[in-house]
């Protein structure tokens, strides 16, 4: 498997996942943009302003991690590749260079709770979900490289 930077040229690939790992992992999750809109916005948001990397393997996409500011904004991985280390090996190099990071996830998503727990993430904040746009209860997790003073978030 090949982890490197995605391109605009990408943006299919990655929506795919997007949508396709949402709905496997949160089926109960109001589903508000149609996919033409979620290729819109992966090709022209996340893919041109943000920090994204793709794991390819025999030349397909399997997932993608985007990071910006601090934040993990987005870890998908195609669900026919779960439980293969893929998530594993695209958070370990978006993380490489940073001594923290922090995410939203929601509360009902407890396989990628599970995940991100043990990989150091901790929960930090949990809310009833009036300021996302599903208006479903997320929770704000926490990675702090250990040794490394815990910035104030
Ligand atoms: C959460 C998610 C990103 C994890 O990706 P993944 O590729 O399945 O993750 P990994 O394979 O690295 O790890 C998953 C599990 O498989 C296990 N695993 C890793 N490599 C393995 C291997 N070679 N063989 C068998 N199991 C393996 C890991 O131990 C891990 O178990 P754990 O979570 O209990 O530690 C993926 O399930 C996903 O895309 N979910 C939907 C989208 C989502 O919810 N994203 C998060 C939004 S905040």
């Given at each position: 498997m090949i982890i490197d930077a995605a391109s605009p040229a990408d943006a299919q690939a990655l929506a795919c996942i997007h949508l396709a790992a949402r709905h496997a992992a949160m089926?109960?999750?109001?589903?508000?943009?149609s996919p033409e809109s979620v290729l819109w916005y992966v090709r022209n948001r996340v893919v041109t302003s943000e920090k994204v990397l793709i794991a390819r393997d025999e030349g397909q996409a399997r997932g993608f991690i985007s990071v910006k500011g601090g934040w993990l904004t987005h870890l998908y991985v195609a669900p026919p590749h779960w439980g293969k280390g893929v998530g594993a090996r695209l958070l370990e190099t978006a993380r490489s260079d940073l001594s923290a990071l922090q995410l939203w996830v929601f509360e009902g998503n407890t396989r990628a709770r599970r995940f991100y727990s043990q990989r150091g993430f901790r929960d930090c904040a949990f809310t009833d979900?009036?300021?996302?746009?599903?208006?479903m209860p997320d929770v704000r997790m926490v990675w702090v490289r250990r040794g490394q003073a815990a910035p104030r978030f």
């Open positions: 089926p109960w999750l109001p589903v508000l943009h979900g009036q300021r996302n746009e599903e208006k």
